[in-house]
């Protein structure tokens, strides 16, 4: 049987760089093991932080060690060695984009793929540029009916091009939201970039910070809740997984706290009613199809306890997908093991490129 050439995308010019490694691995592992290693062959690329597409030796290295390049081994703008390359698009088959962030997450890379007329993995461009911004897939939500918490969406030039504009702005934001609130650059992951605030000081700090990261700005009410993701698999039908639950003793759910061991613990099935479950699918399936999404996606809830309220906090399009991650683990919670996964994504990748678009 000829195998199926799988072009795995990895790394990429985001601030989830790291996270991809650790992705990329699990998936590649994954597509080499039980009956996947008969039916594919991984091609893997790695896009360094720069933007630079490698394939060949180097990006399995990366695979294999789950360390970026040395320093001498990245290929840089004057290095005329063969391993920078473009990708071939007659070596794959089906790619597999896996990018979290902007320039990977957010539709650019996808637009890249359509092109290219080759099946990948995932949202398409419309999917994953609303499920990136989230400004953007607050309006989808909201339009479709989705409750969520209050927020203020602001421009870069707000804080940083006027100085007589910065100081209305926060009086705006303290107005309307309070503390605490949320600060967060609107195309980013893995919370990157994101402050919890409660005075005035802090507000104005955040809003330069994540200015830094992204054009767009989203300020968010602060919500005591608990919280809740929901997996999500398919086209135009998606099922969604069981409901999961994290919990932790950090402020939020920053970036430390996602990505040491042991420092948050995922519950599976979530401790909460079966109404609750039932309320959080539905809810799951709802946010997917109103940004077009397509193959995965994780969406984020707040559940307020002492009112019953189920907010919709986000969707992403290509969630953390490590054998611990919260996405593989809701659909093995499910009944469907994360070699199975990996194949049922390929498969959905390759009967959403049947269709006419
Ligand atoms: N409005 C809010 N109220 C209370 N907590 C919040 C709010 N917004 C975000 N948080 C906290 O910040 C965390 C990260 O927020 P969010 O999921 O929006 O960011 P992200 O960078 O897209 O994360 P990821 O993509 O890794 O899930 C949440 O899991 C939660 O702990
Ligand atoms: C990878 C990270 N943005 C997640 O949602 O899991
Ligand atoms: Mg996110
Ligand atoms: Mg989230």
Known sequence: MTKIRIGLLFGGRSGE?????????AIAGALASDDNASKYEVHPFYIQ?????????????????????EIEQQVGQDDSSTSREFPNFNAVDVWFP???GPNGEDGTVQ???????????????????MGMDKIAMKIAFAHAGLPQVKYVAVNRSEIWSNPCVFPKLCDKIEESLGYPCFVKPANLGSSVGISKVRSRAEL??????????????????GVIARELECAVL???????????????NSDFYDYETKYTQGQADLS?????????????QEMAVQAFLAIDGAGLGRVDFFYVESTGEVLINEINTFPG??????????????????????????????????EKS
Not at 17 to 25: D, G, K, L, N, Y
Not at 204 to 221: F, G, K, M, P, T
């Open 17 to 25: 760089h790291e996270v991809s490694i650790s992705s990329a691995r």
């Open 49 to 69: 932080k720069d933007g630079r597409w490698l394939s060949g030796t180097l990006p399995q290295q990366v695979l294999s060690t789950g360390k970026l390049l």
């Open 98 to 100: 896996v990018l979290h």
């Open 111 to 129: 637009g890249l793929l359509k092109l290219m007329q080759i099946p990948f993995v995932g949202s398409g461009v419309l999917g994953s540029a």
């Open 204 to 221: 104005e700090a955040a809003l330069d910070s994540a200015a830094s990261y992204d054009r767009r700005i989203i300020v968010e009410a």
């Open 234 to 248: 398919g086209n135009d039908n998606p099922q969604a997984s069981t409901v999961g639950e994290i919990s932790f």
């Open 268 to 280: 599976i099935p979530a401790k909460v009613s079966s109404a609750i479950i039932s309320k959080i």
């Open 321 to 354: 997908f490590t054998a611990t991650s919260m996405y593989p683990q809701l659909w093995a919670a499910s009944g469907i093991s994360f070699s199975e996964l990996v194949d049922r994504l390929i498969q959905l990748a390759l009967e959403r490129h049947g």
